[in-house]
């Protein structure tokens, strides 16, 4: 391999995605490998928010609903949100959290295939993911059953007892990347519902839901999509599944006609009907915002530059860090691999810490694994070469390895 | 009666409350009685968020959740909320929406009394709760029946067969106020639990949830808390209930232990569990920011102040426009009404479009309330009588009959 940090300079050089690290505020001095767990600032936020702060709530107050469009802002955000997973418009909605989303759509899911009690999920997948679940399990009692079965034997576990597979696409932990197409093809042949958490692949992968004949999902406002920490969420339905949508959340901003004050719940149209309270404005001005980088980006373009850049940082970490200890963690083929590199080390957490003090931010995760995000908005091919200069040296030089590394603090 | 603007005045230059005022961003040539709807712009919120924005996510990125304590902004925020409804501060958190939150409650309730299957609130309850409650019914089938009365059968309609006791505190449209402690006091007597939804009297009306010994509570941090459009809301529940209580919506960050990212569901400390997925920190941090308005106010003088200018506003109406066709649509005993005036008149719509044309934004609900909202941080006693001014001339030069005052929007 013949690798240099010039020739890393030339990719960017040449990378039509180059031009829109400078959307992003980002700080001096840090390489920031953890846009997987939070993204960076968008410029256009702070404006954004301010607007909505000092000239629409300030100003106009309640008149904001319908004079600044507050009202729309969940079915808006979600429009913007459509082409970055392959999906219409009309099918998806910005609001609440993944979880609260998540809940939502199992529910559903359930109860639009009556007699089927099995909810089809892997172990290790994202905890809320699978917490929900059971939560949801606990609640509803026999009328639900949890089958979680690893990866490679979903296929195996699907059969007419199944009401709904639900997987998170990217593994958050090992960056495996599901086969969305087939997995939901399979759901489909035995009956079941496909409900995909796009948490760690929206605004990173190319996303094709009509394309695989998704039937529900939901995805995280705050990582690759930089809506902010804890920004709403969004969901997905597919439209052949509308009329028979409905969400066990029925708050007022689902109903039909909210602003009738009637008592009965009547379902809203479409996607309105998952919407639940008022939507948060702040959040989704944000989200709303953060959009903006993603305007005339191909998503294929994305994903390209985000394959390369996993690439790049584990081809490096081979020939850079030899006999340091750090071991793939993640699918070597950036095919098979979401936009993270994972990697083992038992001394995992201290390297991280030990990293983010020289400005290298990735993130562990119990036990042993290092995670780099690549968002190929704002992360250049430097970068990588940087942060695996910077990794070589922290295990070379051993700083890990002081003992104020090994505190664990609170991390996300 | 013997009422001036300038007796008004002298009012206000005795309300020891009337300093609170400058902490908010007013705009000009508005007198704002919608604050029951969304309540006014703290100066604090601005520069709170630019900070959460820019040096706390643009800077510090992912590590704001420790070094800017955003993990746990929910609990410092409820706890700030504590005090304002009689509560500890460890039975308070803020997070999701108020009906994600009901939702939560009621069916915590429902588990918390096995083998009852009833939930009596009353017909007219603010939609949402309503609506959340026909959800979780349609969820739970057999298990749960709702028992709609009107507000003065409630007592009679308590059994053995109740679990719980769900109602709005202050009536949307109303203004009515539930006896609290005699409705739990009723609920208890059968061995149900008293759920209620403060929503219209948080930071208006001085709550006491411990003093009333209620179990559970809900509320919404955008009226007269001032947490902004949408903001996060907030959760009660006693502490004799933490050890029985389950949420449902049994996200990760009700967890116990949410960073070991362990596969099974176990519930956090106390009200922690009612938690559900990444809090809203930029909602959040508005909210938080708000509440510094009401940092060393007694409630009782709050209180105070509510009932005194919804008294003046119903006394100014009612000497000031007579045979106006508008009819009080509330209580007249400030001690039985909330922080707000409903009036009834046919044509209420277009009479609240004319106000608001000219400067005195109200609102109006179907089929004929005019709503003026008294948030006693920031309406001053000449704002009433301005207010009042402004209507008697609406009702007496007919300008309120120009059709386009007749064109409904959504508003909410």
């Known amino acids: 391999m013949n690798l240099s940090r010039e020739k890393c300079a030339a990719r960017d050089a040449a990378d039509g995605l180059a031009g829109r690290r400078a959307l992003f505020d980002l700080p001096e001095g840090v390489i920031y490998l953890d846009g997987n767990s939070l993204g960076a600032l968008p410029r256009a936020v702070a404006p954004r928010l301010q607007a909505a702060v000092g000239e629409a709530w300030g100003r106009d107050l309640i008149k904001s609903w319908n004079v600044h469009g507050w009202i729309d802002l969940p079915s808006r955000v979600g429009a913007r949100l459509a082409p970055l997973i392959g999906a219409q418009a009309h099918e998806v909605v910005a609001a609440d959290s993944t979880s609260v989303n998540l809940f939502k759509l199992a529910a559903a899911a359930i109860a639009m295939r009556p007699g089927r009690r099995v909810i089809v999920t892997e172990p290790g997948n994202f905890p809320t993911d699978l917490y929900v679940l059971q939560g949801l399990r606990d609640l509803l009692g026999d009328r639900i059953a949890l089958r979680v079965v690893e990866a490679d034997r979903i296929p195996d576990a699907l059969d007419e007892d199944v009401a709904a597979v639900v997987l998170t696409h990217v593994h958050y932990k090992s960056g495996r990347l599901h086969d969305m197409a087939e997995i939901t093809r399979r759901a489909?042949?035995?009956?079941a519902l496909a409900l995909w958490d796009l948490s760690h692949s929206a605004g990173a992968i190319d996303l094709d839901l009509n394309g695989c004949d998704v039937d529900l999902a939901v995805g995280c406002g705050y990582k690759y999509l930089?809506?902010?920490?804890?920004?709403?969420?969004f969901l997905f339905a597919a439209e052949r599944l509308h009329p028979a949508l409905r969400s066990p959340l029925s708050g007022w901003m689902g109903h039909a006609r909210p602003f009738e004050f009637i008592d009965e719940y009547e379902p809203g149209d479409g996607m309105l009907r998952v919407l639940c309270g008022t939507p948060p404005i702040l959040g989704l001005t944000a989200l709303d915002a953060a959009l903006d980088a993603f305007d005339g980006v191909a998503m294929a373009d994305l994903r390209a530059?985000?394959?390369a850049l996993g690439d790049l940082f584990l081809d490096l970490v081979a020939a850079r860090c030899p006999n340091s200890g750090l071991q793939p963690a993640c699918?070597?083929?950036?095919?098979?691999?979401?936009?993270q590199v994972s990697l083992s080390h038992p001394d995992g957490y201290a390297i991280v810490q030990a990293l983010i003090e020289r400005g290298v931010v990735g993130d562990f995760r119990a036990p042993d694994i290092l995670r780099f995000g690549f968002a190929p908005l704002y992360v250049r091919f430097v970068d990588v070469w940087d942060a695996v200069e910077i990794l070589r040296n922290v295990m070379t030089d051993g700083a890990w390895r002081e003992p104020r590394f090994s505190l664990k603090a609170v991390v996300t």
Request: no cysteine; net charge positive; hydrophobic share 30%.
């Open 226 to 233: 930089n809506g902010g920490p804890g920004a709403p969420a």
């Open 305 to 307: 530059k985000s394959r």
């Open 188 to 191: 489909h042949e035995v009956g």
């Open 331 to 339: 699918p070597l083929d950036a095919a098979l691999r979401g936009s």
